[in-house]
Protein backbone atom coordinates (compact mmCIF):
# COMPACT_ATOMS: atom_id res chain seq x y z
CA UNK A 1 0.00 0.00 0.00
CA UNK A 2 1.31 3.30 -0.86
CA UNK A 3 0.43 5.09 2.86
CA UNK A 4 -1.53 8.47 3.41
CA UNK A 5 -1.14 10.44 0.49
CA UNK A 6 -1.69 13.88 0.73
CA UNK A 7 -1.83 17.00 -1.85
CA UNK A 8 -0.32 19.57 -2.57
CA UNK A 9 2.73 18.83 -0.60
CA UNK A 10 3.85 22.92 -0.22
CA UNK A 11 0.95 25.44 -0.75
CA UNK A 12 1.80 28.89 -1.00
CA UNK A 13 -0.69 31.46 -1.49
CA UNK A 14 -1.51 35.20 -0.59
CA UNK A 15 -4.21 36.08 1.76
CA UNK A 16 -7.75 35.83 1.05
CA UNK A 17 -7.54 33.10 -1.34
CA UNK A 18 -9.25 29.85 -0.95
CA UNK A 19 -6.71 27.36 -0.16
CA UNK A 20 -7.81 23.11 -0.92
CA UNK A 21 -5.78 20.62 1.02
CA UNK A 22 -6.83 17.11 -0.64
CA UNK A 23 -5.98 13.63 1.33
CA UNK A 24 -6.35 9.57 0.43
CA UNK A 25 -6.28 7.57 3.50
CA UNK A 26 -5.26 3.78 3.40
CA UNK A 27 -7.60 1.53 1.93
CA UNK A 28 -10.07 0.09 4.35
CA UNK A 29 -9.37 2.72 6.94
CA UNK A 30 -12.67 4.03 8.56
CA UNK A 31 -11.30 6.52 10.02
CA UNK A 32 -9.48 9.54 8.91
CA UNK A 33 -8.41 12.51 10.99
CA UNK A 34 -7.28 16.12 9.90
CA UNK A 35 -4.12 17.90 11.82
CA UNK A 36 -2.45 21.00 11.95
CA UNK A 37 0.80 21.22 13.07
CA UNK A 38 2.70 25.10 14.37
CA UNK A 39 5.33 25.34 16.44
CA UNK A 40 3.27 27.62 18.89
CA UNK A 41 0.26 25.29 19.08
CA UNK A 42 1.54 21.85 18.66
CA UNK A 43 -0.52 19.16 17.08
CA UNK A 44 -4.37 19.64 16.81
CA UNK A 45 -6.70 17.63 15.74
CA UNK A 46 -9.41 19.10 13.53
CA UNK A 47 -11.81 17.26 12.30
CA UNK A 48 -12.17 13.09 12.48
CA UNK A 49 -14.58 10.91 10.25
CA UNK A 50 -15.96 7.19 10.90
CA UNK A 51 -17.08 5.48 7.78
CA UNK A 52 -16.99 8.77 6.12
CA UNK A 53 -19.28 10.90 8.64
CA UNK A 54 -17.99 13.44 10.78
CA UNK A 55 -17.87 12.95 14.64
CA UNK A 56 -16.35 16.01 16.27
CA UNK A 57 -14.96 19.05 14.35
CA UNK A 58 -14.94 21.19 18.00
CA UNK A 59 -10.87 21.36 16.50
CA UNK A 60 -12.38 23.73 13.12
CA UNK A 61 -10.73 26.86 14.47
CA UNK A 62 -13.49 28.57 12.43
CA UNK A 63 -16.28 28.71 9.70
CA UNK A 64 -13.15 29.92 7.01
CA UNK A 65 -12.18 25.48 8.00
CA UNK A 66 -14.39 23.20 6.18
CA UNK A 67 -13.89 19.41 5.52
CA UNK A 68 -15.40 16.61 3.77
CA UNK A 69 -15.32 12.82 2.92
CA UNK A 70 -17.55 12.49 -0.48
CA UNK A 71 -16.09 8.84 -0.04
CA UNK A 72 -14.26 6.27 1.63
CA UNK A 73 -10.93 7.12 -0.32
CA UNK A 74 -10.64 10.80 -0.74
CA UNK A 75 -11.27 13.70 2.00
CA UNK A 76 -11.04 17.60 1.71
CA UNK A 77 -9.91 20.59 3.83
CA UNK A 78 -11.02 23.73 2.63
CA UNK A 79 -10.01 27.01 4.13
CA UNK A 80 -11.86 30.15 2.25
CA UNK A 81 -10.53 32.96 2.92
CA UNK A 82 -7.25 31.87 3.95
CA UNK A 83 -5.41 34.21 6.60
CA UNK A 84 -1.40 34.47 7.21
CA UNK A 85 -2.26 32.50 10.55
CA UNK A 86 -3.40 29.89 8.72
CA UNK A 87 -0.05 29.05 7.61
CA UNK A 88 1.30 25.54 9.46
CA UNK A 89 2.02 21.72 8.33
CA UNK A 90 -1.56 20.30 7.55
CA UNK A 91 -1.28 16.79 8.53
CA UNK A 92 -4.21 13.54 7.05
CA UNK A 93 -4.42 10.25 9.02
CA UNK A 94 -5.87 7.06 8.80
CA UNK A 95 -6.62 4.67 11.11
CA UNK A 96 -8.75 0.95 10.96
CA UNK A 97 -11.04 2.54 13.88
CA UNK A 98 -10.60 5.49 15.20
CA UNK A 99 -8.59 4.51 18.53
CA UNK A 100 -6.18 2.34 16.65
CA UNK A 101 -2.70 3.04 15.19
CA UNK A 102 -2.84 5.88 13.21
CA UNK A 103 -0.82 6.00 9.86
CA UNK A 104 0.01 9.77 9.21
CA UNK A 105 0.49 11.45 5.79
CA UNK A 106 3.72 13.47 4.52
CA UNK A 107 1.90 16.67 5.63
CA UNK A 108 0.89 19.97 3.31
CA UNK A 109 2.86 22.44 3.94
CA UNK A 110 0.79 25.84 3.72
CA UNK A 111 2.45 29.67 3.42
CA UNK A 112 -0.58 32.29 3.25
CA UNK A 113 1.35 35.68 2.68
CA UNK B 1 -9.54 17.75 29.21
CA UNK B 2 -7.75 14.11 28.61
CA UNK B 3 -4.04 14.72 27.31
CA UNK B 4 -1.08 12.96 27.19
CA UNK B 5 1.68 15.10 29.19
CA UNK B 6 5.56 14.42 27.91
CA UNK B 7 8.10 14.67 30.10
CA UNK B 8 11.24 16.10 29.49
CA UNK B 9 10.12 18.75 27.08
CA UNK B 10 13.77 18.08 25.56
CA UNK B 11 16.63 15.52 25.78
CA UNK B 12 19.81 15.38 24.64
CA UNK B 13 22.40 12.62 25.04
CA UNK B 14 25.37 10.85 23.22
CA UNK B 15 25.32 8.07 20.55
CA UNK B 16 24.93 4.73 22.72
CA UNK B 17 23.24 6.23 25.88
CA UNK B 18 19.64 4.89 26.68
CA UNK B 19 17.00 7.73 26.46
CA UNK B 20 14.15 7.73 29.04
CA UNK B 21 10.84 9.34 28.32
CA UNK B 22 7.79 9.55 30.24
CA UNK B 23 3.90 10.36 29.26
CA UNK B 24 1.06 11.30 32.27
CA UNK B 25 -2.26 11.34 31.54
CA UNK B 26 -5.63 12.19 33.32
CA UNK B 27 -8.14 9.46 33.24
CA UNK B 28 -8.74 5.85 32.28
CA UNK B 29 -7.47 5.17 28.94
CA UNK B 30 -8.03 1.77 26.90
CA UNK B 31 -4.94 1.99 24.96
CA UNK B 32 -1.69 4.39 24.87
CA UNK B 33 0.66 5.00 21.90
CA UNK B 34 3.84 6.39 21.47
CA UNK B 35 5.17 8.07 18.16
CA UNK B 36 8.19 9.54 16.20
CA UNK B 37 8.61 12.43 14.54
CA UNK B 38 11.40 13.34 12.30
CA UNK B 39 11.99 17.25 11.12
CA UNK B 40 9.75 17.66 8.11
CA UNK B 41 7.68 14.78 8.59
CA UNK B 42 4.54 12.99 9.42
CA UNK B 43 4.08 11.08 12.79
CA UNK B 44 5.42 7.20 12.88
CA UNK B 45 3.62 4.61 14.86
CA UNK B 46 6.16 3.31 17.57
CA UNK B 47 4.21 0.77 19.84
CA UNK B 48 0.71 0.66 20.79
CA UNK B 49 -0.07 -0.59 24.55
CA UNK B 50 -3.11 -1.39 25.97
CA UNK B 51 -4.68 -0.70 29.14
CA UNK B 52 -4.11 -4.72 30.90
CA UNK B 53 -0.59 -4.71 29.58
CA UNK B 54 2.49 -4.00 31.64
CA UNK B 55 5.29 -3.61 29.35
CA UNK B 56 6.24 -4.02 26.07
CA UNK B 57 9.05 -4.35 23.60
CA UNK B 58 10.18 -3.56 19.76
CA UNK B 59 13.41 -3.77 19.08
CA UNK B 60 15.10 -0.88 21.01
CA UNK B 61 12.25 0.24 22.12
CA UNK B 62 10.67 -0.88 25.67
CA UNK B 63 6.95 0.78 26.88
CA UNK B 64 5.85 0.43 30.32
CA UNK B 65 2.37 1.52 31.54
CA UNK B 66 1.46 1.84 35.15
CA UNK B 67 -2.20 2.86 35.11
CA UNK B 68 -2.64 2.84 38.78
CA UNK B 69 -0.54 6.49 38.34
CA UNK B 70 -1.54 6.89 35.33
CA UNK B 71 1.86 7.15 33.38
CA UNK B 72 3.97 5.67 30.62
CA UNK B 73 7.85 5.41 29.56
CA UNK B 74 9.64 4.99 26.54
CA UNK B 75 12.77 3.37 26.63
CA UNK B 76 15.13 3.78 23.62
CA UNK B 77 18.22 1.79 24.13
CA UNK B 78 21.63 1.98 22.64
CA UNK B 79 20.48 5.23 20.65
CA UNK B 80 21.75 6.32 17.26
CA UNK B 81 21.98 9.78 16.08
CA UNK B 82 19.45 8.51 13.56
CA UNK B 83 16.80 8.34 16.72
CA UNK B 84 16.92 11.85 16.97
CA UNK B 85 13.31 12.86 16.50
CA UNK B 86 10.34 14.53 18.28
CA UNK B 87 8.23 11.68 20.28
CA UNK B 88 4.92 12.34 21.12
CA UNK B 89 2.65 9.90 23.42
CA UNK B 90 -1.32 9.33 22.49
CA UNK B 91 -3.86 8.12 24.68
CA UNK B 92 -7.28 6.53 23.96
CA UNK B 93 -9.61 7.37 26.91
CA UNK B 94 -12.55 4.73 27.72
CA UNK B 95 -15.43 4.91 25.90
CA UNK B 96 -15.63 4.17 21.99
CA UNK B 97 -16.66 7.45 21.40
CA UNK B 98 -13.68 9.28 22.47
CA UNK B 99 -10.70 10.10 20.35
CA UNK B 100 -6.79 9.44 20.06
CA UNK B 101 -5.23 12.59 22.18
CA UNK B 102 -1.40 13.33 21.74
CA UNK B 103 0.69 15.23 24.06
CA UNK B 104 3.12 18.27 22.90
CA UNK B 105 5.81 15.90 22.72
CA UNK B 106 9.83 15.39 23.64
CA UNK B 107 12.38 16.72 21.38
CA UNK B 108 15.14 13.99 21.58
CA UNK B 109 18.82 15.20 20.20
CA UNK B 110 21.40 12.32 20.00
CA UNK B 111 24.92 13.36 19.22
CA UNK B 112 27.93 11.42 18.29
Not at chain 1, 81 to 93: L, M, N, T
Not at chain 2, 49 to 71: A, P, Q, W
Request: aromatic share 8%; proline share 4%; hydrophobic share 30%.
Amino acid sequence: DAGVIQSPRHEVTEMGQEVTLRCKPISGHNSLFWYRQTMMRGLELLIYFNNNVPIDDSGMPEDRFSAKMPNASFSTLKIQPSEPRDSAVYFCASSLQQQETQYFGPGTRLLVL
Amino acid sequence: SQQGEEDPQALSIQEGENATMNCSYKTSINNLQWYRQNSGRGLVHLILIRSNEREKHSGRLRVTLDTSKKSSSLLITASRAADTASYFCATAPTGTASKLTFGTGTRLQVTL
